[in-house]
């Protein structure tokens, strides 16, 4: 392998490490050497790839948030032009993205909320592109709700994740085909004026 080659294979192998420990025992449980110890690589090629936990981190969250932003995007784009079925396909899809590997619901919705200030920045850019997603999907009904659509659809972001926040922490997690109609409950009754 070339040096770059070298490069890439340890920064995957570092992301795949911070997959599973930053899921459990958790960001702030995690030690940079344990960190290399699961990926096998020395502490030095450790800071080749990353500058530190948090950065490594903030780039394991961004691609699963990439990840779900391209699931959810093609749902909605596959899905029938009615409003009803734009609005299952995207919180199905990203519901079901989401808790397809309980690693990915926990770092997306827990882990990124402990890190502190670690992930504040990483964490904005994903709400606001997912409420562009939003905002796009209901654009064509100016009328449908009675406040601010923006702050509407950041509320409806948050009850969204305080789902999945439910779904990743409870003993008993709730079915996700029950989360996924609360969630469709929930968009539709805040807009009611939509259909």
């Not at 070339?2 to 599973?20: F, N, P």
């Not at 990926?39 to 948090?54: D, H, T």
Request: with cysteine.
């Amino acid at each position: 392998m070339s040096a770059e080659q070298r490069l890439a294979d340890r920064r995957e192998r570092l992301m795949t490490a911070a997959y599973t420990l930053y899921a459990k025992p958790g960001f702030a449980a995690t030690t940079i050497e344990r960190l290399c110890t699961e990926a096998r690589i020395s502490n030095r090629a450790f800071y080749e790839c990353f500058g530190g936990r948090e950065e490594l981190l903030q780039a394991l969250h961004e691609r699963c948030v990439d990840e779900a932003l391209a699931a959810v995007s093609k749902a909605l784009q596959d899905a029938p032009a009615q409003l009803d079925a734009r609005i299952n396909a995207g919180i199905s899809t990203y519901i079901g993205f989401a808790t397809s590997d309980w690693r990915r619901a926990r770092i997306m919705h827990v882990e990124v909320r402990r890190s502190g200030d670690v992930l504040s920045s990483s964490r904005q850019r994903a709400i606001e592109s997912f409420a562009r997603i939003v905002e796009d999907v209901t654009e064509p009904y100016p009328d449908a709700a009675p406040v601010d659509r923006h702050l509407l659809t950041l509320g409806l972001i948050g009850a969204l994740q305080e789902l999945l926040i439910e779904w990743v922490l409870a003993e008993e997690p709730p079915p996700t085909d029950e989360l996924v109609r609360t969630a469709v409950h929930i968009f539709h009754r805040s807009f009611s004026g939509l259909s």
